[in-house]
């Protein structure tokens, strides 16, 4: 026998293996970790608003370090052109259509329920501590709570360990901060009452009192007044918890970096949500940043919002654990101007423009609805790249399921970790995108919006909402600007979209003449 040979055969075989199961283990590596994650998520943030991604007239390089430094996503979507239904899908995995949900008063019950399986419930599961620091705007209680107890159902209640949020929007009411389900520095003998059909007695409104406001409604702002700002709804008393518009963002980043120092002093991992109001109305920008842009409030709280993204990272490098950290940055909806304040957005944008190449904007069926800047960054780990994989907000519950080894997922969500990690240029093969409850489709390069009644324009905030007699379809690969609607070039392709459609939608039905009809 030949030992030479043997011995020379049995150490290959032997050291292939070992090369395998390393290579087997190095494609796992990333899974068993448990990295801290920290979702950014901006409120009306138009896919051109980062300068990485085409804005004018500004800069923001902390978001440009994070898409620098990681996966710069030029497809990535909310699922909806509107903030509530978005959130709603980020933490559900759902769509928001099953759901029914629009945008929320300020005094809307919980639009998630208890039952439900989430994303922070899934983290949970999985060993983390879990947080929300921001806006909520997804329902609190029922629909008699009381502000002045405890407010039960809320984030606590779907996964959240801890909360600090402000209930619906920086421009509704109640205009306080709400920590664990308790109003902030409330002073009981100063109870808080909330309406949004009728004003109280003596309280003064933006419609009735414009000598008392310091920014002048536009359009559906014009009831309860908090420091000079009009807002959506009324309330009466919590005069000590009344929160400070130019300190909000300063206050919950202070929020923010608190949380993150406690928790790198543990050994569990956190996935924190950091929801930031910003560029939302009322556009209220800290007067460090006032001028900055030169574009107005809406410029200079982008600026604010950009510091503050800075002065995060800059935590998680003091505490060291920005190597175990993945950071996804992305937007609830796309950008609007005016939304309901004369604050110069419009007169002072220049050829700035927030949406980039993207037709439509925030409300819109078209591109620029709920096609929005999408950030993945994991330094060390993630290789930073420009991808164009299809990728959504809806996909972060089952992707961090796969990630953090749970077996739990979104009813609605894909694992695409892969594209999330940079490692795939595919992501999801299909998805379904919103705006006040219309629907279109979306599939490789084509999108098919059907026809919809309705005003062509929401002349309010100047904005193309994508209604219109014929079915459109689109070549977003050559027609980004959605200039062309190709539907009567392609039948074939609309009949295949439409059925996908058909089976996704399910209460939908095909109609006649290329067209999608309700029941």
């Not at 150490?11 to 395998?20: A, E, V």
């Not at 980062?50 to 004018?56: F, L, T, V």
């Not at 402000?166 to 306080?176: F, G, I």
């Not at 419009?346 to 949406?355: K, N, S, Y």
Request: hydrophobic share 35%.
């Amino acid at each position: 026998m030949n030992y030479k040979l043997l011995i020379t055969t049995v150490l290959s075989i032997f050291f292939f293996s070992c090369q395998q199961q390393q290579k087997a283990t190095s494609s796992k590596d990333l899974t068993a970790q448990k990295p801290n994650i920290i979702f950014i998520y901006l409120d009306d943030l138009g896919f051109g608003d980062i300068s990485i991604n085409g804005a004018k007239g500004f800069t923001t390089p902390n978001m440009d370090a994070l898409a620098k430094g990681g996966v710069n996503f030029k497809n990535g979507y909310a699922t909806s052109a509107t903030c509530t239904p978005s959130r709603y899908a980020a933490f559900t995995g759902q769509y928001p259509w099953r759901k029914n949900a629009k945008i929320l008063p300020g005094t809307a019950p919980m639009l998630i329920d208890t039952t439900q399986v989430t994303l922070p419930k899934m983290l949970q599961s999985a060993g983390y501590e879990t947080a929300i620091i921001g806006k909520w705007h997804l329902g609190l209680g029922n629909e008699n709570k009381d502000w002045n107890q405890r407010i039960y159902p809320g984030p606590n209640d779907v996964g959240f360990d801890y909360s600090y949020i402000l209930a619906a929007t920086q421009d509704r009411v109640p205009t306080v901060y709400i920590e664990d389900g308790n109003v902030v520095n409330l002073d009981m003998n100063d109870p808080i009452e909330v309406d949004y059909d009728q004003n109280f007695e003596g309280q003064p409104t933006g419609k009735d009192n414009p000598e008392l406001v310091t920014m002048m409604w536009h359009h559906g702002h014009n009831n309860t007044i908090v420091n000079g700002i009009p807002r959506i709804g009324y309330m009466k008393g919590g005069k000590s918890a009344l929160w400070s518009d130019v300190d909000m963002a300063d206050h919950f980043l202070g929020k923010v970096k608190s949380y993150i120092q406690t928790q790198s002093k543990t050994d569990k991992p956190f996935f924190l949500s950091y929801t930031m109001q910003q560029p939302h109305v009322p556009r209220t920008p800290h007067p460090r940043f006032v001028g900055l842009s030169g574009q107005g409030p809406r410029g200079d709280v982008i600026l604010e919002a950009d510091w503050c993204i800075g002065e995060l990272m800059k935590t998680l490098e003091n505490e060291e654990i920005l190597e175990n950290t993945l950071i996804i940055l992305s937007s609830d909806n796309g950008p609007v101007l005016n939304d309901g304040y004369y604050d110069k957005a419009v007169e002072l944008v220049g050829d700035h423009q927030p949406a980039g190449p993207l037709r439509g904007g925030k409300y819109s069926l078209f591109e620029a609805g709920a096609h929005v800047p999408f950030i993945t960054y994991w330094k060390g780990k993630i290789e930073p790249s420009v991808s164009n994989a299809l990728v959504c907000q809806i996909d972060l519950f089952s992707s961090l399921a796969a990630l953090v080894g749970s077996n739990i997922k979104g009813p609605d969500s894909k694992n695409i970790l892969s594209s999330f990690l940079g490692q795939d240029k595919t992501g999801r093969t299909s998805l379904v995108l919103e705006a006040t409850t219309r629907t279109s489709f979306r599939k490789g390069k084509w999108i098919l919006i059907p026809s919809y009644k309705g005003k062509k324009r929401n002349e309010f905030v100047d904005i193309e909402l994508g209604n219109n007699e014929e079915l459109m379809l689109f070549d977003l690969e050559n027609d980004l600007s959605q200039t062309k609607n190709v539907a009567h070039q392609y039948p074939e392709v609309v009949e295949e979209l439409l059925e996908e459609f058909y089976e996704i939608r399910g209460e939908w039905k095909k109609g006649v003449d290329n067209k999608l009809e309700l029941k």
